[in-house]
């Protein structure tokens, strides 16, 4: 059967469980850095991570208000008291012999997301709950022997459980790709997914079309790219299929990733499953938060994606557009904020509009270019006054950008009506100069010819002429008025 014949007699459902690392300077339960971005191994790391007997965590409150943030973004309700557990498994990754996690009361309550499709429509997904834990170490294994790194062990993390509410491949990259874009713009988490601040696990089992029972379902575990939580779901959809075909059984199992051969492989099965002895933890004492310090927090989350999508529709992106400049934000935001420039305008549609179409079309392709730096300079004042000067006609657009480019990357900006003039960008909207240059052309007998066509109907040689009086005002005159004054005259 082809791929589609198989999607049309097979139904698959997936569900996503993604692990957020949330952006504290500390770890979750002690003062220990919780950046070891290029720091050596086991160099970040207090006895609470690694859980020497005697010692006593201490909640940090700023990684409770980063999953306070969340839950904006989730559209979930907050908890007023949650609390931890210890989930008890051995692995050398996990010193303490158990996981501090939330298992019966989670902080974050069910919410949704709606993640926008490429075909312009959008996907609902559900969230069960998100909960709070810890991050465990990270082993690497060599031959006959593997070496531990605890930099990573009490990084705090909030993991989102979605419900099965995703059915196809492309929903699932959607999802994580939003998900991403909603934690990243709420400032919970830095989203640096080579650095596995973001990883996604995806479950998933098929049946046939109609059938009441979902299939056994086999979870893809640290996916950390949303084009891999695509292939993933691809592969297993078509794995899972070709075995009902066969008559075979679906074991239920946790696979990995590879990569390389983009293909899933299994790692355990459902009958090494293990009993995690869930236990409340004595240590932490339960987050207990009022309705008012959850709204005095989330009141601090910038407009997020949705928000964004509304307003740029408003002064008129189409979604092509918005979705670039969401990808911008977040690739830039460290530099500088695109959104706030634009935001600086919002009361003012058509000024607003300019700014945005000047990101997508000229100021991330210049951001895009390696050998550019974006300096200190107020971009705000630079893109706003090079408006000004298109607006009242004293810059054709090709200008204004030509002087962009040329300032964009200075470490101070000059005035800049009295730079462009210097360098010969302001256009002539003198009526007075312009008509001189136009009747001039016209009078050319090189112009005879197109001056007749014209009187004859036919209006596209109107270029021609404007060509003319362009060159001959060295490209200073405005097109538009030249037009206006050709018309006057014919
Ligand atoms: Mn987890």
């Known amino acids: ?164 509410d995703i059915h196809s491949a492309a929903a699932a990259k959607a999802y994580a790709t939003e998900l991403y874009r909603l934690m990243t713009f709420a400032g919970v988490t830095h989203g640096d997914l080579y650095n596995g601040n973001m990883r996604f696990d995806v479950n998933l089992s098929v049946a046939l079309k109609g059938a009441i029972e979902l299939g056994k379902r ?30 075979e059984a679906i074991v239920q199992e946790t696979r990995g990733w590879d990569d390389a051969k983009q293909i899933t492989n299994s790692q355990r099965s459902k009958e090494d499953a293990q009993d995690y002895r869930y236990m409340p933890d004595a240590d932490i004492p339960p987050i207990v938060l009022t309705d008012q310090e959850i709204a005095d927090i989330q009141a601090t989350v910038p ?27 977040n690739e830039y935001r460290t530099t500088l904020s695109l959104l706030d420039i634009v935001e600086a305008s919002s009361d003012n549609t058509e000024k607003a509009k300019f700014i945005a179409l000047w990101h997508v079309n000229t100021f991330v392709p210049l951001l895009r270019d390696e050998s550019f730096i974006a300096t200190s300079i107020d971009y705000t004042d630079l893109i706003t006054q090079l408006y000004d000067l298109t607006k009242a006609s004293k810059l054709s657009s090709n200008s204004a950008k030509a002087v962009f480019i040329e300032l964009a990357g200075s470490s101070e900006l000059p ?54 009086i362009m060159k001959k005002s060295q490209g200073k005159a405005n097109p538009a008025l030249a037009q206006k004054l050709i018309r006057e005259r014919l």
């Open 1 to 164: 059967m082809t791929s589609t014949e198989l999607l049309e007699k097979y139904d698959m459902t997936i569900g996503i469980e993604c692990h957020v690392q949330l952006a504290t300077d500390t770890k979750l339960f002690s003062g220990a850095d919780n950046d070891a971005r290029g720091k050596s191994p086991n160099s970040v790391v207090s006895p609470i991570d690694f859980g020497l007997p005697g010692m006593l965590p201490v909640l940090n409150r700023a990684a409770v208000d980063l999953a306070i943030k969340a839950g904006k973004a989730l559209n979930a309700p907050i908890a007023n008291v949650s609390r931890f557990d210890r989930k008890h498994y051995f692995y050398p990754d996990l010193p303490k012999g158990y996981q501090t996690t939330q298992m019966y009361d989670p902080i974050i309550q069910a919410g949704y997301i709606d993640a926008p499709l490429d075909d312009g429509s959008t996907v609902r997904v559900r969230i069960h709950h998100a909960h709070m834990e810890e991050d465990a170490g990270k082993l690497s294994h060599y031959g006959n022997y593997s070496l531990v790194d605890l930099n990573r062990a009490g990084t705090p993390l909030i993991e989102i459980v979605s419900e099965p």
């Open 218 to 247: 086999a979870e893809v575990k640290n996916l950390n790219s949303f084009r891999s939580v695509e292939k993933a779901a691809e592969y297993e959809f078509h794995r899972q299929v070709a075995l009902l075909e066969r008559g």
């Open 303 to 329: 407009r997020l994606p949705g928000e964004w999508r509304v307003l740029l529709k408003t002064i008129g992106l189409d979604s092509l557009q918005t979705e670039t400049l969401l990808d911008a934000e």
């Open 415 to 468: 005035d800049i009506e009295s730079y462009a003039t210097e360098k010969g960008y302001i256009q002539e909207s003198d009526e007075g100069a312009i008509a001189a240059v136009v009747d001039e052309v016209l009078a050319d007998p090189a112009s005879a010819k197109a001056v007749a066509d014209i009187k004859a109907g036919n209006d596209k040689v109107i270029g021609f002429l404007v060509g003319q």
